[in-house]
């Protein structure tokens, strides 16, 4: 069985503050595709949502333009 989607039309949009993320659903795969405004921290934008200190969720992704800087809780720093 072959699954095709466009981006133009995501499941589920979850915006929060300085950004928001359209998520698209697979079979056996979440995906989604997320805006952040310049400054937006997840500390200040998401923590608050999640309730946890960093997002516990395991990630695969890629910047299509800007630039990401990522803390692990570890310490490792990745730009």
Known sequence: MIE????????ERRDFPMGH????NLPGLCSGVATFEPGWRWSESVKPIAGTDSCEAHHNGYAVRGRMHLRMDGGARRS
């Open 4 to 11: 095709v989607k466009g981006t133009h039309k995501p499941d």
């Open 21 to 24: 993320i359209d998520v698209f």
